[in-house]
């Protein structure tokens, strides 16, 4: 089974060059149904990984570019008046897909972001008085920029803890870089054939279901969540005046998923704390809440859980 997902990455490296954290999180989210929010300036291959995966698992693809004028209705779609039958018909928008790429996120109002919430949540869609199931799998990978610039609003705790994984991505290597100028410049690109069937997929889904968790790595999990919430339990007092919520129940349910998916692709049939240590930022950097006093001394969210991944003992 293991070989069906070098089968993907394989056929994902066709086009994407380097980045391979990135393509490991996409496919831990889409193994585990879950979603994902990247954070990079633009041009880092995020819309082309994400078009690249679909192709190679033959699944539907859709791109929405969010922009401050977006209303939920160019998302999810509308009751539209049909004149010559004299009735309502229904006209379904991006999110009825299977990959949903929605760019620059943070650019969108508050209703487009409230809006996401039921589908990202129960997978399904309402319409005036019809709700449409969507079809699995359902997958939203959310991009935002980073760089300050105006109509950008911030993203609400209750949107941010949907995601499953919040990566961030970092520009390629020289090499890597010089790699993709050259193929880009003589259009060096090979087609990207479909390795993988929705069936194949969900057989993927049940193996890693089958992933041994010992139980003290499950306690591991649940202490280093724990130590987030209440750090002088663990003689982290130096952070303690830096967190103002820590992470939510969410993380340890994310977690204990990702982690078997984190195993599942090492080609390993249980967990070590090293797969915990993997994934731990990625899950949790978005799920903490810091005080003024850490914004105003520049603390970051990765810092506290790094703070966390050294203090709390690892079985």
Do not use: W
Not at 12 to 24: C, L, R, S, T, Y
Not at 56 to 67: E, I, M, S, V, Y
Not at 263 to 289: C, N, Q, S, W
Request: glycine share 4%; aromatic share 6%.
């Amino acid at each position: 089974m293991i070989s069906k997902i070098q089968k993907v990455k394989a056929e994902v490296a066709k086009v994407v060059v380097g980045q391979e954290k990135m393509i490991d999180s996409l496919l831990i989210a889409l193994l585990c149904e879950g979603h994902i929010l990247i954070e990079g300036v633009p041009g880092l291959a995020k819309t082309t990984t994400v078009n690249a995966l679909s192709k190679a698992l033959g699944l539907n693809f859709k791109r929405a570019q969010f922009t401050p004028d977006l209303l939920p209705s160019d998302i999810l779609g509308a009751e539209i008046y049909d004149p010559q039958n004299n009735q309502f018909k229904i006209k379904k928008g991006p999110i009825f897909t299977n990959l949903l790429l929605a760019d620059e996120i943070n650019r969108a109002p508050a209703k487009v972001q409230s809006a996401l919430l039921e589908v990202m949540q129960e997978k399904q869609v309402t319409l005036g008085d019809t709700t449409f199931k969507l079809d699995p799998p359902f997958f939203v990978m959310a991009t935002q920029n980073p760089v300050e610039q105006e109509g950008v609003y911030q993203l609400p705790e209750a949107q941010l803890d949907r995601f499953m994984l919040k990566l961030i991505v970092d520009y390629n290597t020289k090499s890597e870089e010089l790699e993709i100028a050259r193929r880009i410049s003589s259009g060096d690109f090979q087609e990207i054939n479909a390795v993988l069937s929705a069936d194949e997929l969900a057989e993927l889904k049940a193996s890693i279901k089958s992933i041994h968790v010992d139980v003290e790595v499950e306690e591991y999990m649940i202490e280093l969540v724990n130590a987030t919430r209440n750090p002088k339990e663990y003689g982290l007092e130096e952070i303690e005046e830096f967190i103002q919520f820590g992470a939510s129940p969410r993380v340890s349910i994310d977690m204990f998923k990702a982690v078997k998916a984190m195993a599942f692709m090492r080609g390993k049939d249980f967990v070590t704390p090293i797969d915990v240590a993997y994934i731990a930022k990625e899950l949790m950097r978005h799920r903490i809440v810091l005080t003024y006093e850490a914004e105003a001394e520049g603390v970051t969210t990765d810092e506290i859980i790094q703070k966390v991944l050294e203090t709390v003992s690892i079985p």
